[in-house]
Nanobody, 113 residues
Framework: QVQLVESGGGLVQAGGSLRLSCAAS?????MGWYRQAPGKQRELVAT???????NYADSVKGRFTIFRDNAKNTVYLQMNSLKPEDTAVYYC??????????WGQGTQVTVSS
């Protein structure tokens, strides 16, 4: 089982920025972020493979940037130009080398208008 430790959520005004980070307890394959707003299903935000290929949801393209440090087994999500609709619990996701799915505990991001 992979342990994931998230940090960086919080409250920010619309147009502001936040950076999330997620550290895995060991080497991992694809890492990334999903989010879940109240009353909605969990959705993809962004993921990145070990060879640093990113994948973004259309709703965050041009505003969010995902990057990772493989030496530290850590993935980051830089969120700029935040909107109230970005408010959600953000979950770190990590796929193990045997295609197992691992999730962090979630961190709240709240964007006020």
């Amino acid at each position: 089982q992979v342990q994931l430790v998230e940090s960086g959520g919080g409250l920010v005004q619309a147009g502001g920025s936040l950076r999330l980070s997620c550290a895995a307890s060991r080497s991992i394959s694809t890492m990334g972020w999903y989010r879940q707003a109240p009353g909605k299903q969990r959705e993809l935000v962004a993921t990145m493979t070990t060879d640093l290929r990113p994948n973004y949801a259309d709703s965050v393209k041009g505003r969010f940037t995902i990057f990772r440090d493989n030496a530290k087994n850590t993935v980051y999500l830089q969120m700029n130009s935040l909107k109230p609709e970005d408010t959600a619990v953000y979950y770190c996701y990590a796929r193990g080398w045997r295609n197992t799915s691992n999730w962090g505990q979630g961190t709240q991001v709240t964007v006020s208008s």
